[in-house]
């Protein structure tokens, strides 16, 4: 009976852990989401029809009947269903609502620089700077793991570089310099603490490159 007990407790255990992985995970765009409101069937995506699921946008935007367009970057399930849940109160009372992602999405990066594989990769499940280093594969010995630059897909490059250390996440637990990356983004490893203007220059150019080839296969 003990064991019957302990087995029901680790199964509960884990349902539960994934059901909060699950609502923490952080959307994309790509991420087909199946939407469901309790007496609603109209607005609800179909179980058995994936083709009525909810998709998000490469500008990470969604379109939902009534409520029209919502951003959800950098949302995470819970705080998407939460946000619907208040769009959707202004035209139905106390609104139940499930989300559930139907098929995940991915975030196309590229990592160059100190690292074992240059490139362009697609993360799926989660999409920090880690998750991109590990897909290239990690760090070569001369990376400065303090001198790590993020170029975003948007803006002008004086806007849009950020210096990251993601030493001090590794060591500190500094979850501050473990960013979420977006579509487009590039990472750049410098070699032993040492960077020049010429060195961002040049990677920003290979960027820009990266961004419109990215735009041309959207």
Sequence with gaps: MKKIIATLLLGAALTFTNVAAAAEYIMTPGDQLQIYVLGHPDISSTR????????????????????????????????????????????????????????????????????????????TKSHRVLDALGAAGGFTQKAAKKDIYLVRNAGTPEENVQKINILNYMKKGDITQNLVLQEGDCLYLTSNHKISLQDIGLFVSRAASSWYNIDRVK
């Design 48 to 123: 058995a029809n994936t083709d009525s699921a909810y998709t998000v946008r490469p500008d990470g935007k969604l379109n939902f009947p009534l409520v029209g367009e919502i951003d959800v970057n950098g949302l995470t399930v819970y705080e998407f269903t939460k946000l619907l849940t208040k769009e959707l109160s202004e035209y139905i009372i106390n609104p139940s609502i499930t989300v559930n992602v139907a098929k995940l999405g991915t975030t196309r990066v590229f990592v160059m620089g100190e690292v074992s594989r240059q490139g362009m990769y697609e993360l």
